[in-house]
């Protein structure tokens, strides 16, 4: 399956963002989907994962209401919705696929399969 985010831009603290992941190639149902982030100078975070139906998700400890993940499975599009942009949510985002048949921990499916190119979120204070 080939991810294509997109949403991503430059906001001042306080702001929101809604990231978008299209999804093509493969039946879009048939897979988890997560959000992860990159910051300069830091490892990629586990951000957001939702299950293939929608109907569970989970997220990181430090999203603390403001990020809100949701999918389309018409549309092909797993969403994040981010409000009260902090600096520190400075990051590149990638969205990633995962088979469905995976089982989802705390922190979503312990493997993806499929990665998107990211894109940049820039929150100044």
């Known amino acids: 399956v080939q991810l294509q985010a997109s949403g991503g831009g430059s906001v001042q603290a306080g702001g929101s963002l809604r990231l978008s992941c299209a999804a093509s190639?493969?039946?879009?149902?048939?897979?988890?989907m997560g959000w992860f982030r990159q910051a300069p100078g830091k490892e990629r975070e586990f951000v957001a994962a939702?299950?293939?139906?929608?109907?569970?998700?989970r997220y990181a400890d430090f999203v603390k209401g403001r990020f809100t993940i949701s999918r389309d499975n018409v549309k092909n599009t797993v969403y994040l919705q981010i409000h009260s942009l902090k600096p520190e949510d400075t990051a590149v985002y990638y969205c990633?696929?995962?088979?469905?048949?995976?089982?989802?921990?705390?922190?979503?499916?312990?493997?993806?399969?499929?990665w998107g190119q990211g894109t940049l979120v820039t929150v100044s204070s």
């Open positions: 990633a696929a995962a088979y469905r048949e995976y089982t989802i921990g705390p922190r979503g499916p312990l493997r993806y399969d499929y």
């Open positions: 939702i299950q293939w139906s929608g109907g569970s998700t």
């Open positions: 190639g493969r039946t879009f149902s048939n897979y988890h």
